[in-house]
T-cell receptor, first 114, second 110 residues
Framework: DTAVSQTPKYLVTQMGNDKSIKCEQN?????MYWYKQDSKKFLKIMFS???????INETVPNRFSPKSPDKAHLNLHINSLELGDSAVYFC?????????????FGEGSWLTVV | QKEVEQDPGPLSVPEGAIVSLNCTYS??????FMWYRQYSRKGPELLMY????GNKEDGRFTAQVDKSSKYISLFIRDSQPSDSATYLC??????????FGSGTRLSIRP
């Protein structure tokens, strides 16, 4: 039983396309995240949602639009994809948004823009 | 200056050796410190968690925080090939926001 699952795992697409990555957690957590990991393994937070409400938006280009239909789901839509968007995108969740919570990560979605 | 800095390695040691992984951080307000392990093509998973200064031990792993020097360490005793992974140090910079180091790639040679 996968705690945080995201699809697709691999995605290859052309510049200018629009794509979505879906994420679901079955841990009953209130808080969900999107992280981006670049080719040098640097993992950086993009967005955080608590109970469907946006609480962190880390100056990500507005081509990236997260959507949380309910607290168990957090999807990421990317418009007009650029070469620099190629990275691994990790969905994650935690019990709530207070400091000190363990964050559980999904297995990642490998996005390659050509 | 990055808020959490980590030597990217790679670090290669023989099986059975003691491994020392280190990070520094810049913000003296940081209180929670974590080590995540990430296997190839997988998501990071929490390995160790400490609050404020001191040591924490879990089996072959020891996490150490020295707040006076803003230094975080992870020690692995009796290292095994299965410990080969990327190790990421991290800290909460505020509620809901974790800052990660860039990760150290560790390889244990059989």
């Amino acid at each position: 039983d996968t705690a945080v699952s995201q699809t697709p795992k691999y995605l290859v697409t052309q510049m200018g396309n629009d794509k979505s990555i879906k994420c679901e957690q079955n841990l009953g957590h209130d808080t969900m995240y999107w992280y981006k990991q670049d080719s040098k393994k640097f993992l950086k937070i993009m967005f955080s949602y608590n109970n469907k409400e946006l609480i962190i938006n880390e100056t990500v280009p507005n081509r990236f639009s997260p959507k949380s239909p309910d607290k168990a789901h957090l999807n990421l839509h990317i418009n007009s994809l650029e070469l620099g968007d190629s990275a691994v995108y990790f969905c994650a969740s935690s019990q709530d948004w207070t400091a000190g919570n363990t964050i559980y990560f999904g297995e990642g979605s490998w996005l390659t823009v050509v | 200056q990055k808020e959490v800095e980590q030597d990217p390695g790679p670090l290669s040691v023989p099986e059975g050796a003691i491994v020392s992984l280190n990070c520094t951080y810049s913000n003296s307000a940081f209180q929670y410190f974590m080590w995540y392990r990430q296997y190839s093509r997988k998501g990071p998973e929490l390995l160790m968690y400490t609050y404020s200064s001191g040591n924490k031990e879990d089996g072959r792993f020891t996490a150490q925080v020295d707040k006076s020097s803003k230094y975080i360490s992870l020690f692995i005793r009796d290292s095994q090939p299965s410990d080969s992974a990327t190790y990421l140090c991290a800290s909460y910079s505020s509620a809901s926001k974790i800052i990660f180091g860039s990760g150290t790639r560790l390889s244990i040679r059989p």
